[in-house]
Nanobody
């Protein structure tokens, strides 16, 4: 089992910045990928960014150049720095990890609201 605790998020004006963090505990030895997903009202959950154990990253096209995902393996923490935020970035953001057995774990979600 892996437990994920998120922090960050909140309300920001368009063009502003926010940072999210997510710390894993439990069977951390089994964690491979760590990432962030988001779900806006009435929409499906979508990938925002993911980072592998080897620090390879992948981003949704909609956030490329604005968001940066990073990872501190010593702290079992993944970060998402969000710059130049847009109202369409408003969503609940979920931390995700995938273990070596391809089991997914999710955080509780944190609200990000971008006002225009």
């Amino acid at each position: 089992q892996v437990q994920l605790v998120e922090s960050g998020g909140g309300l920001v004006q368009a063009g502003g910045s926010l940072g999210l963090s997510c710390t894993a505990s439990g069977s951390i030895f089994a964690i491979n990928d760590m990432g962030w997903y988001r779900q806006a009202p009435g929409k499906q959950r979508e990938l925002v960014a993911v980072i592998t154990n080897g620090a390879s990253t992948n981003y949704a096209d909609s956030v490329k150049g604005r968001f940066t995902i990073s990872r501190d393996n010593a702290k079992n923490t993944v970060y998402l720095q969000m710059n130049s935020l847009k109202p369409e970035d408003t969503a609940v953001y979920y931390c995700n990890t995938k273990t070596r057995w391809n089991i997914n774990y999710w955080g509780q979600g944190t609200q990000v609201t971008v006002s225009s």
